[in-house]
């Protein structure tokens, strides 16, 4: 009897798609938005960063269902989409992906935010009387030290992505093959008694989430080693 069934093997692969594209999607957007949170200080700023994080206290579900109706046949998004012959992108993985972006863009920012404004001004202005550029500055000198904390966004949004449920299930439905994810799969298996199949699920995300996080633990312990 093989340990895991088609269906489990099948939500594992999209979940870890899902984490993978959430995760890649979220450092090209956090980089940019955390970068110019550091440099800020106006009204705006804060405005912006409250937004950023608004989903770390908003309940899943909350968020899920106005993005439903975002991406939903009545949404703002109807007219757009429409010309490429969609009528929504609720139910599909797009969807959950968008979702996922969502729901973890202060994991992604924030430890990224930490790292920039731990660096202060006085390198770039070094920099600036050098001759340096502001985008010559940021990439030879902002991203390089800040790398811990581009790491740390990578591994907290990409464990983050792993364990979502309430909002990938307002979004996507829990389709089999295409939006059910292990969260959902386990879910499932718990109203169906199939506490073995339910037990082997549960146990490998409690282990892959106890490594990801030990390794984010030793990348931070490394870290204050080189500076100390």
Do not use: C
């Not at 770390?56 to 909350?62: A, E, K, S």
């Not at 386990?186 to 989430?209: P, T």
């Not at 030793?218 to 080693?225: D, G, S, T, W, Y």
């Amino acid at each position: 009897m093989d340990v895991l069934s088609s269906e489990s093997i099948q939500v594992i692969k999209t979940t870890l798609v899902l984490a993978l594209y959430t995760t890649f999607f979220l450092q090209i957007l956090a980089l940019p938005l955390a970068w110019w949170l550091a440099q800020k200080t106006s009204v705006l700023r804060l405005f912006i960063q409250t937004l950023v994080t608004l989903p770390l206290v908003l309940p899943p579900t909350v968020l899920g269902f106005y993005i439903l109706v975002f991406l939903g046949p009545s949404g703002p998004l109807s007219s757009l989409i429409g010309q490429f012959g969609l009528t929504t992108l609720a139910f599909s993985f797009t969807g959950i992906l968008i979702g996922s972006i969502v729901y973890s863009l202060p994991f992604a920012i924030l430890p990224i935010l930490t790292a920039f404004q731990a660096l202060g001004k006085a390198p770039f202005e070094v920099a600036a009387t050098m001759g340096a550029s502001p985008w010559y500055a940021f990439r030879t000198i902002a991203l390089p030290l800040a790398r811990n904390g581009i790491l740390t966004s990578m591994i907290l949004t990409f464990a983050h992505t792993l364990g979502e449920f309430g909002i990938v299930l307002m979004i996507g439905g829990n389709i089999p093959g295409k939006t059910q994810v292990v969260s959902t799969q386990l879910f499932n298996l718990v109203e169906l008694l199939d506490y073995r199949q339910a037990n082997i699920l549960a146990g490998g995300m409690l282990i892959a989430s106890f490594f990801i996080l030990f390794g984010l633990a030793v990348l931070q312990k490394n870290a204050r080693e080189r500076v100390y």
